[in-house]
């Protein structure tokens, strides 16, 4: 069976390996659920009553970024990937802000009975995702079973405080009060999509596939073309960034439920030093894996890495 992801836009000049064309093969679920109102799409995998996994990713993308990661984990886990509030195809609510998005969080897992089992459902989350699901955890932590965050922005505070200076910031930006630029065609639009922070990708089919996932045709009137899929919303932050990044590092050693990190090793948001300062704080117990030659994007440059960490991760959390 070919998946419906694969089409000629994006593939017809890209090699897929054969592991990606059987992964994306694997059975799934595509729907959507609401919750608080607002319709949250979300993919499935594997067998109800199962131990669940609950999946998310960055800002700016979208639940496909597991898509070809969580069918090698399909025939053991019950999965949920979905796409964040305004992103991906998800609706955005009106004043979505950092705890709207943690409660939505648990709210996903509870419309689609994730708690329902013997087995409290794990997370498994990247970048901007890992955010929302430590406050998912600081919320309602005993609900889960244990978070793997995956390449969260972690520096010590003056590493971020240049990194803020030099025009860092979280990944991710833009205004909330612009509409999304409508392009002429497919290639223009694929020409504007850059991932956050930049780094070259070692799959440049999984950033093809990606890119092509996160924009959609247009047809408005007279004005037709491709446009970003997200909703400009997403932008809205804030102002207080900084210190909210600055206290992540405490808030993970002080979450006092099971926690791992697998990052990319080269990567610019956590890196030795980012685990050394967690170890300071207090973060000993924590395991945390590096991805040998991943940066930031750690499942678009070593993908079947990143699935032996989460196996082996999840082997040790059977309950």
Same mark, same amino acid.
């Given at each position: 069976?070919?998946s419906t992801?694969?089409v +000629? !836009?994006? &593939? *017809?000049?890209?090699?897929?390996? %054969?592991?990606?064309?059987?992964?994306?093969?694997? @059975?799934?679920?595509?729907?959507?659920?609401e919750?608080?109102?607002?319709k949250?799409?979300y993919?499935?995998?594997?067998?109800?009553?199962?131990?669940?996994l609950?999946?998310?990713?960055?800002?700016?993308?979208?639940?496909?970024?597991f898509?070809?990661?969580?069918p090698?984990?399909?025939?053991?886990?019950?999965?949920?990937?979905?796409?964040?509030?305004?992103?991906g195809?998800?609706?955005?609510?009106?004043?979505?802000?950092? +705890? !709207?998005? &943690? *409660?939505?969080?648990?709210?996903? %897992?509870?419309?689609?009975d994730?708690?329902?089992? @013997?087995?409290?459902?794990?997370?498994?989350?990247?970048?901007?995702?890992?955010?929302?699901?430590?406050?998912?955890?600081?919320?309602?932590?005993?609900?889960?079973?244990?978070?793997?965050?995956?390449?969260?922005?972690?520096?010590?505070?003056?590493?971020?405080?240049?990194?803020f200076?030099?025009?860092?910031?979280?990944p991710?930006?833009?205004?909330?009060?612009?509409?999304?630029?409508?392009?002429?065609?497919?290639?223009?639009?694929?020409?504007?999509?850059?991932?956050?922070?930049?780094?070259?990708?070692?799959?440049?089919?999984?950033?093809?596939?990606?890119?092509?996932?996160?924009?959609?045709p247009?047809?408005?009137?007279?004005?037709?073309?491709?446009?970003w899929?997200?909703?400009?919303?997403?932008?809205?932050?804030?102002e207080?960034?900084?210190?909210?990044?600055?206290?992540?590092?405490q808030?993970?050693?002080?979450?006092?439920?099971?926690?791992?990190?697998v990052?990319?090793?080269?990567?610019?948001?956590?890196?030795?030093?980012?685990?050394?300062?967690?170890?300071?704080?207090?973060g000993?117990?924590?395991?945390?894996?590096a991805?040998?030659?991943?940066?930031?994007?750690l499942?678009?440059?070593?993908?079947?890495a990143?699935?032996?960490?989460?196996?082996?991760?999840?082997?040790?959390?059977t309950d």
């Amino acid at each position: 069976m070919t998946s419906t992801d694969i089409v +000629d !836009q994006w &593939a *017809a000049s890209q090699g897929l390996p %054969a592991w990606f064309v059987q992964a994306m093969a694997v @059975p799934r679920e595509e729907a959507f659920v609401e919750v608080d109102g607002a319709k949250v799409h979300y993919f499935r995998w594997g067998k109800r009553g199962k131990p669940p996994l609950l999946m998310t990713h960055g800002f700016l993308a979208h639940a496909r970024c597991f898509a070809f990661i969580a069918p090698f984990l399909a025939e053991n886990y019950d999965i949920v990937a979905y796409d964040l509030a305004g992103m991906g195809d998800s609706e955005i609510p009106a004043d979505c802000d950092g +705890d !709207q998005r &943690a *409660a939505a969080m648990v709210g996903v %897992a509870e419309a689609l009975d994730l708690f329902s089992g @013997p087995v409290k459902p794990k997370i498994i989350a990247h970048s901007f995702g890992s955010g929302v699901a430590l406050t998912a955890m600081e919320m309602a932590g005993e609900r889960f079973g244990g978070l793997i965050i995956c390449d969260l922005m972690v520096m010590r505070p003056e590493k971020l405080l240049a990194h803020f200076k030099n025009g860092g910031g979280p990944p991710g930006s833009g205004r909330s009060d612009r509409p999304n630029k409508v392009y002429p065609d497919y290639e223009s639009a694929r020409g504007r999509f850059v991932l956050s922070p930049p780094q070259p990708v070692q799959e440049q089919f999984l950033l093809e596939y990606m890119a092509y996932h996160s924009l959609r045709p247009v047809q408005d009137g007279e004005q037709q073309g491709w446009s970003w899929k997200f909703d400009p919303m997403v932008f809205h932050r804030s102002e207080n960034d900084m210190a909210k990044w600055a206290h992540t590092p405490q808030r993970i050693v002080d979450l006092p439920h099971r926690l791992a990190i697998v990052y990319g090793e080269n990567s610019k948001l956590f890196d030795s030093d980012s685990a050394a300062y967690l170890r300071e704080l207090g973060g000993d117990h924590l395991p945390m894996i590096a991805i040998p030659e991943a940066e930031h994007h750690l499942m678009l440059d070593q993908p079947l890495a990143l699935v032996t960490a989460l196996r082996s991760i999840l082997a040790l959390w059977t309950d």
